[in-house]
């Protein structure tokens, strides 16, 4: 298994990041509160990696951080909750925000991501109360991961507007969401001094 991986970042096309590491480029599907963290592209970094093989695709998913790989292997635990969506839950909260959410029962926040129905959250909540609380992930975790943060520095170069827009609106759709909701959310937060990954922060903040 492939656990961890440290090299340069040669793109970045959320929710996929590919990093070059001995010669050889990895895809490496990422949530958004761990794309947040990344250094620019052409520098190096690392990432701590799960790795799922399945009979059409063998796909490979990073973390900033140890927790939020940890956090993540709970979710795909849970009945019916395969690596896409635990990765959206993870792009639309940190992981400290989704063991706060689950321990306070709180439903109604869990249902507002993409893919994540009340039978779902419902069941998030009682398979995964207990497991999480043991994590006992810290306010300073929080800090770090939470989307929106205003001292995270992204660090990445202004893109044209359409360019922008395009952008942000693509991750949304492969995050699950909607078209017609992530064209219409993006519209809403949009302003021009924004980077396509601080743009995907905003929208993915307004709808949580």
């Known amino acids: 298994m492939i656990g961890l991986i440290t090299g340069k970042i040669l793109a970045k096309q959320p929710p996929e990041v590919l990093i070059e590491a001995g010669g050889i480029g990895y895809e490496v599907n990422m949530p958004m509160t761990s794309i947040y963290q990344l250094p620019e592209i052409g520098e190096i970094t690392t990432v ?5 093989v399945r009979e059409d695709a063998q796909l490979l998913f990073g ?3 140890k927790q939020e790989r940890i956090v993540f292997r709970e979710l795909i635990k849970a009945n019916g909750v395969g690596p896409k969506l635990a990765l959206t839950i993870l792009s639309g909260m940190s992981a400290a925000q989704l063991v706060q959410c689950v321990g306070f029962e709180d439903v109604t926040t869990l249902v507002k991501l993409p893919g994540v129905g009340k039978k779902t959250a419902e069941r998030l909540v009682v398979e995964l109360k207990d497991r999480l609380a043991k ?3 810290t306010a300073a975790d929080d800090a770090v991961l939470i989307p929106g943060t205003p001292s995270l520095d992204i660090g990445n170069t202004i893109v044209p507007v359409n360019d922008v827009r395009e952008e942000a609106l693509s991750a949304l759709v492969a995050l699950g969401y909607k078209p017609a ?3 219409k959310v993006i519209q809403s937060v949009y302003k021009d001094d924004l980077t396509s990954e601080q743009l995907i922060r905003e929208a993915l903040r307004s709808m949580v």
Not at 48 to 52: D, P, S
Request: glycine letters at 0%; charged letters at 5%.
């Open 48 to 52: 701590f990696t799960h790795f799922v």
């Open 63 to 65: 973390f900033a951080d």
């Open 135 to 137: 994590l006992n992930l």
């Open 181 to 183: 909701q992530a064209s």
